[in-house]
């Protein structure tokens, strides 16, 4: 079976059904299912099938249906002599079409379907993903087709990221300044200034013509967007552009660079209410939502704290606290959205204070804040890190889109639990759904976006769709893998890289081996050692391969090619390089693949680091007459909001000016090696490769590399280390 998410009921029946000579039937009057029989065409068409016209044919029946109950529910019945679906809704209808297309899209050349009844329905109401067009900014294309993918799949909620400390998306007539100083920053690090050393001003926003669009664009798909305006916290664009709204006496100019938990919060007067009540009504006159997400989260209360009129007010409110008086920001906020008939979505940190009982609860900290949540009889999303967050790499690759460190891969977000087993029955009720977040912060580029989506978004929507009770990775596999021949024949881009194989190599000069593996757990790894391109009949890997040459290595599943092939250049030469995504990191404080700020054009490097202990180890190296390295280099602005953990962190005494790269043999104490200055990169805003010798003891032992730098600024950053041997 290859539909994705698996359908609540699927019951065989006997026959088929042929497609040749078959006909849409339905209601001209009745519009909803007029756009199911358009959206099935329209999916046909794209992957490559004839439309399916009306009239007389073996009949394809779309039906309206009140016996079909459920707001998203249909009935979808294949028989020898016609093809009925049937819902009592818009939208059931509509996601039958979807299965419907599913179905045929993988029918053979004979073109028939096997005969079956599909009841379904989804386990939860909520299914979502959230965009965050804040740190990054994406062109209303880009957000128009991430909703018609989340429409294949019965995703049915966009949360729209729009405001933070980077910028303010959203036009708001009432106040122009939030989109011509909120919009733009000047990013940090080489990408900021042009070849003259003069500001690059980056940002964008979307006008209220755009955002009609894209909602409407939403609503023909069944899908509803939820916008998110940030309060009290990650305020620093609105801030910047109304310094009034500040709870500081030097209010920011422009939108921060920084990625992080900035102080920056709206203060406690009342005309900021009455500023965030005017926004507010212009959000909800262009998004129809039933839900304002008002963020909450990361509210740190320093500025509150130091400031004299923000502090009277809690006294005279009787708050015993800064979190209280947060609670009571929320709760007015969320006051006000309810006379409107609107209600308050935030993140988990809004518990903190008091909040209006209707107020809805995405847990982001954990599985906490939404048992917390239901306990207290409040809704909530499940929304967890990492699991559920996007920005984290879906395999160790060194091929992987920037992003943290945490290694989120297919399998890991499939075994989600998504029905906590510290909630009783009756709890788990308030257990809306759950969703996945794309935070941008790493990714600049579309593609990068939308390779950390795609396919995990498709992941989540199973768990979201389908019942807990048939999860099992060995039959989901075959589904997702045909999920993602739906993305190649409609040519939509999605993360190759976890079914790609990837080769540790080891052993020494005499016996070198190469080991493979391939994290996303679809298919079999085939091989060829003569330069060929693997096929479905190349031996299949079984063990680690001891030899010479090239081998190519790919995924199959069955006899189709997944991913792309590899090469791997196998000799004692490949004993003595490691890139610098193959290191093992000193710690795991903060670990990243954090992109160069440079060139400003074409590709950049991407660096596996941790900011706050930039070191990286290289186990068991070959050290055998080894006399010269070769490093490549590369340096990264500190642009990271950290709080006074930055204080903490520390970097060798260097010898000259810059500094040095410096290699310690056995550990981080041990004696130096290898020292090579870094002048020679510092004019350089990609990477620089870097030369020196190396004073070896000769065997197997580890290696330490650090930099050696005089002051934070830029953040030197290994990409690759090369021993060499002596001829």
Known sequence: ???????????????SFALAGSALSYAGSDAGARAAADRLNELLIRSGRPAIATGKGRPIRIRRDAQVTGAEAYRLEITPSGVTLRASSDAGLYYGAVTLWQLIQRAGPEGTLPAMIIDDAPAFPWRGVMLDSVRHFQPVAFVKTLIDRMAMDKLNVLQWHLTDDQGWRLQIDRYPRLTEIGAWRQNAGAAGVDAAGQPVRYGGFYTKADVRDVVAYAAARHITIVPEIEMPGHATAAI?????????????????NDWGILPNLFNTDDTTFTFLENVLDEVMALFPSRYIHVGGDEATKEQWAANPRIQAKRTALGLASDDKLQGWFTARIGDYLQKHGRRLIGWDEILLGDVPPSATIMSWRGMDGAITAAKAGHDAVLSPAPDLYLDNRQSDSGDEPPGRGSVVDWKKLYAFDVAPPALTADQRKHLLGLQVNEFTEHARTTDYAERMIWPRAAILAELGWSKATNRDWASFAPRLAAELDRYQVLNLGYDRTPLIPEGDISGTPAAVTVALRQQAGIGTIRYTTDGSAPMATSPAYQAPLTM???????????????????????????????????????????????????????PRAIFWVDVMQPCWLWRGAPLDGVTRVSAVVGSVPFNFAIGDAVNHITFPKP??????????QDDCNGRVIGRLPLAPATANSGTTTLQGEIRAAGGTHDLCIMFAQPKLQPLWVIDKLTLAPTE
């Not at 010898?655 to 310690?664: D, M, N, P, Q, S």
């Open 548 to 602: 010479r040459g090239v081998l190519t290595a790919q995924a199959f599943f069955g006899d189709k090619a997944m991913g792309a092939p590899k090469r791997f250049t196998v000799d004692p030469a490949s004993l003595f390089t490691r890139a610098g995504s193959q290191l093992e990191l000193c710690a795991n404080k903060l670990p990243l693949r954090l992109e160069d700020d440079g060139p400003a054009g074409g």
């Open 240 to 256: 910047a552009a109304y310094p009034e709204l500040a709870s500081t006496p030097q209010p920011p100019s422009q939108p921060s």
């Open 655 to 664: 010898e000259t000016a810059v500094g040095e790269l410096e290699i310690r």
């Open 1 to 15: 079976m290859s539909l994705l998410p698996l359908p609540a009921s699927i019951v065989p029946a006997t026959g």
